[in-house]
């Protein structure tokens, strides 16, 4: 077990902003959600994004968004958008990290939102 944060094994805040990168290109490009990113503002998603991450895995980002529930009230996400969010996360993830403890403490994460953001 390291002693490290899960923050500090995915790259600090650097590593941060290139998993953001590419989790953005991953969901732009995946006909399974893209149309739910084809509006947005790329660059407040991506701030968004990486001040989430960054403050859930230990940085000292501060994430001032709405929480996952009222952020996704509404807008009926259904299972196989969520897991092609998740598979998008977790491909962007393993694209610079290579310790798997660290994937799957990820994962494990993201899988414990899944109540705040399908289906409500």
Do not use: C
Not at 76 to 91: L, P, W
């Amino acid at each position: 077990m390291s002693d490290q944060s899960l923050y500090e094994r995915l790259g600090g805040a650097d590593g941060i902003r290139a998993i953001t990168e590419d989790i953005w290109k991953n969901h732009s490009s995946n006909p399974a959600v893209k149309n739910r990113y084809a509006k947005s503002d790329p660059d407040n998603v991506k701030q968004m994004v990486r001040d989430f991450f960054g403050a859930g895995t230990g940085g000292s980002e501060t994430y001032t968004g709405a929480d996952m529930l009222t952020a996704h009230t509404g807008m009926n996400i259904n299972d196989q958008e969520f897991n092609a969010v998740i598979d998008d996360v977790m491909a962007a993830v393993k694209n610079h990290v290579e310790d798997t403890g660290a994937h799957s403490e990820v994962l494990s994460i993201l899988w414990s939102m899944k109540g705040d953001i399908v289906g409500v």
